[in-house]
């Protein structure tokens, strides 16, 4: 996700954040949780942790074919 340089640390991408997760929780099936995982960048891990994510290393780690 990306906000605009112009519009940053106004708490846009804390708020696409959680409106994101609040979709996904109400399409969730009502007996099951929802696994959302993502790639963090620098710039949003701080957004990610505020909102609830972990790391998932050492157990999985992501991986890339370039
Ligand atoms: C990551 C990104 C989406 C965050 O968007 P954003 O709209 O700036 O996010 P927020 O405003 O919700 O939060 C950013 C910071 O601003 C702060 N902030 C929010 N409202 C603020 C306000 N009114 N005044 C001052 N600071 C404020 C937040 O506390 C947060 O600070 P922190 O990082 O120290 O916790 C944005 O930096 C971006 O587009 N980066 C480039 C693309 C990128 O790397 N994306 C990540 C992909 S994984």
């Given at each position: 996700?990306?906000?605009?340089?112009?519009?940053?640390?106004?708490?846009?991408?804390d708020?696409?954040?959680?409106e994101?997760?609040?979709?996904?929780?109400?399409?969730?099936?009502?007996?099951?949780?929802?696994?959302?995982?993502?790639l963090?960048?620098?710039?949003?891990?701080?957004?990610?942790?505020?909102?609830?994510?972990?790391?998932?290393?050492?157990?999985?780690?992501?991986?890339?074919?370039?």
């Amino acid at each position: 996700m990306a906000v605009h340089p112009e519009h940053q640390k106004r708490g846009l991408g804390d708020a696409i954040v959680k409106e994101l997760l609040r979709k996904i929780k109400q399409e969730a099936p009502q007996d099951g949780k929802p696994y959302i995982s993502l790639l963090a960048d620098g710039p949003g891990r701080r957004l990610y942790e505020k909102n609830g994510f972990v790391e998932t290393a050492p157990s999985s780690i992501g991986m890339v074919l370039e």
